[in-house]
């Protein structure tokens, strides 16, 4: 059956189709162009590659000890040397990226959807309704973001699940704001009136018509905002309050290692440098999706 004999929706659901791919194509083409952000993909596949095959890549077991090999520097047998109890560090950092890739993809479940609905509704009714919620949003922003996440994980208690509840408590204001100010140019464009005129409800509008207007905005603050969130789980594991012994989180690794970190400093380099690493691709990727998705600054660039 051809497209032409199909009836409309179905025919209008293959164009859609059809046209994102061709739109995902042309961003992933633009990314895999632009050598910085191609660093940025290749090392974010490393890391999903990591997290999915970690048992078959991973040479030891992570939490295996082996007090007879305790802080052996790099070699064969040990590709990034030992820990102060003998556990291998490169198969604990092999492993540490599903936790990080973990807390990434949780943080950006629960952060896009709230922070996207606050903005835009904000943003769509104003008055009063908005003022409230960008008070509140205010309230969350005037504080560091590692401040506000120590409060809520001395609340909440210490824990890899407190602290990526944590995280996402005060990763959406940002996403919010952004949202707001896209929907507060759109809500009295043409189309948008058109659509009220033909009596379609708030909630479809904003659904249909502001929401996906909204999302490649959105989508270039979140990859950005990605690093600080590995940051921040890097840092609520160095203080003791993220993922506990023995997870092998990297921030966790690194407040273990640092009293060894002056005669054995793979214990911190290797960790930190996977942060590092992880913490720049997105921020690489987030640029180059920046100007992927927004044909103006990538003229006014060049």
Same mark, same amino acid.
């Given at each position: 059956?051809?497209?032409?004999?199909?009836?409309?929706?179905?025919?209008?659901?293959?164009?859609?189709?059809?046209?994102?791919?061709?739109?995902?194509?042309?961003?992933?083409?633009?990314?895999?162009?632009?050598?910085?952000?191609?660093?940025?993909?290749?090392?974010?596949?490393?890391?999903?590659?990591?997290?999915?095959?970690?048992?078959?890549?991973?040479?030891?077991?992570?939490?295996?000890?082996?007090?007879?090999?305790?802080?052996?520097?790099?070699?064969?047998?040990?590709?990034?040397?030992?820990?102060?109890?003998?556990?291998?560090?490169?198969?604990?950092?092999?492993?540490?990226?599903?936790?990080?890739?973990?807390?990434?993809?949780?943080?950006?479940?629960?952060?896009?959807?709230?922070?996207?609905?606050?903005?835009?509704?904000?943003?769509?009714?104003?008055?009063?309704?908005?003022?409230?919620?960008?008070?509140?949003?205010?309230?969350?922003?005037?504080?560091?973001? =590692?401040? $506000? &996440?120590? #409060?809520? /994980?001395?609340?909440?208690? +210490? @824990? %890899?699940?407190?602290?990526?509840?944590?995280?996402?408590?005060?990763?959406?204001?940002?996403?919010?704001?952004?949202?707001?100010?896209?929907?507060?140019?759109?809500?009295?464009?043409?189309?948008?009136?058109?659509?009220?005129?033909?009596?379609?409800?708030?909630?479809?509008?904003?659904?249909?018509?502001?929401?996906?207007?909204?999302?490649?905005?959105?989508?270039?603050? =979140?990859? $950005? &905002?990605? #690093?600080? /969130?590995?940051?921040?789980? +890097? @840092? %609520?594991?160095?203080?003791?309050?993220?993922?506990?012994?023995?997870?092998?989180?990297?921030?966790?690794?690194?407040?273990?290692?640092?009293?060894?970190?002056?005669?054995?400093?793979?214990?911190?380099?290797?960790?930190?440098?996977?942060?590092?690493?992880?913490?720049?691709?997105?921020?690489?990727?987030?640029?180059?999706?920046?100007?992927?998705?927004?044909?103006?600054?990538?003229?006014?660039?060049?």
């Amino acid at each position: 059956m051809t497209t032409e004999t199909m009836n409309p929706a179905a025919s209008q659901r293959i164009a859609a189709l059809r046209s994102g791919a061709e739109y995902t194509g042309t961003v992933v083409r633009h990314l895999a162009g632009n050598p910085s952000s191609l660093f940025g993909l290749v090392v974010i596949t490393v890391l999903v590659i990591l997290a999915v095959f970690a048992p078959l890549l991973a040479t030891h077991d992570p939490y295996a000890q082996d007090l007879a090999a305790t802080l052996q520097a790099p070699s064969g047998a040990h590709f990034f040397g030992t820990d102060e109890v003998g556990r291998d560090v490169y198969s604990r950092i092999v492993y540490g990226s599903r936790i990080t890739l973990s807390i990434i993809a949780l943080v950006a479940v629960i952060v896009g959807p709230i922070g996207l609905a606050v903005g835009t509704l904000a943003g769509y009714f104003g008055g009063w309704f908005d003022t409230v919620l960008m008070r509140i949003t205010d309230i969350f922003l005037s504080f560091p973001s =590692l401040i $506000l &996440s120590l #409060a809520f /994980v001395a609340a909440l208690g +210490a @824990g %890899l699940e407190n602290a990526i509840i944590a995280i996402a408590l005060t990763s959406w204001p940002p996403i919010a704001r952004l949202a707001r100010a896209e929907t507060l140019m759109l809500r009295n464009a043409d189309y948008v009136s058109a659509a009220k005129l033909q009596g379609a409800s708030a909630a479809r509008i904003i659904w249909k018509s502001i929401v996906p207007m909204c999302m490649p905005s959105v989508l270039v603050r =979140l990859t $950005l &905002s990605m #690093a600080t /969130v590995i940051l921040t789980a +890097a @840092g %609520l594991g160095f203080l003791g309050l993220g993922a506990q012994p023995p997870l092998p989180e990297w921030g966790a690794m690194i407040a273990i290692g640092r009293r060894y970190m002056l005669e054995s400093w793979w214990l911190v380099g290797f960790p930190g440098a996977a942060i590092l690493c992880v913490s720049l691709a997105f921020n690489l990727i987030g640029d180059g999706l920046r100007d992927a998705l927004d044909p103006k600054q990538r003229k006014g660039r060049h």
